[in-house]
C-alpha cells in the first residue's frame, strides 16, 4: 500500500498478487487516494493490535498451562512417596501392598 504523488496529486495504489506475482492496484487519487490510505492504515493498525492481544492472550495461556503441569507432576511425585512410605509398591501400574515374609525365629 503506497500514497505516491504525480505532478502534486496524491495517488493511492495497494500491492496484490496476481497469478503469483507481486503487482501495483490502482484505487484512487486526489482526496479519495488520502481518505482510503488513512483507512487503510487504521484498519491495518486495528489487525496489529488484535494480533497483539492474541499473541498475549496464547502467552498467558501457556503459562497457566505450564503451571498447572508442574503442579501435576509434583503432586504426583507426592503421591508416589506417600504409597512408597506406607509400604506399598507399584507393579504394571497398579499400587500393591508388600508382601511381609516372616522368618523363622
Given at each position: 500500500m503506497s500514497l505516491?504523488?504525480?505532478n502534486s496529486i496524491p495517488v493511492y495504489y495497494r500491492n496484490v498478487r496476481r497469478s503469483g506475482k507481486p503487482c501495483k492496484e490502482y484505487v484512487a487519487s486526489g482526496m479519495a487516494a488520502e481518505l482510503v490510505a488513512d483507512v487503510d492504515q487504521t484498519s491495518k493498525e486495528q489487525r496489529q493490535q488484535y494480533r497483539d492481544a492474541?499473541?498475549?492472550?496464547?502467552?498467558?495461556?501457556?503459562?497457566?498451562?505450564?503451571?498447572?503441569?508442574t503442579l501435576e507432576r509434583k503432586?504426583?511425585?507426592l503421591n508416589h512417596a506417600a504409597f512408597y512410605a506406607a509400604g506399598y509398591h507399584q507393579r504394571k501400574r497398579e499400587w500393591r501392598l508388600k508382601r511381609v515374609q516372616e522368618t523363622e525365629v
Open positions: 505516491e504523488f504525480r492474541e499473541r498475549q492472550s496464547r502467552q498467558r495461556l501457556k503459562e497457566a498451562d505450564d503451571s498447572i503441569f503432586s504426583e511425585l
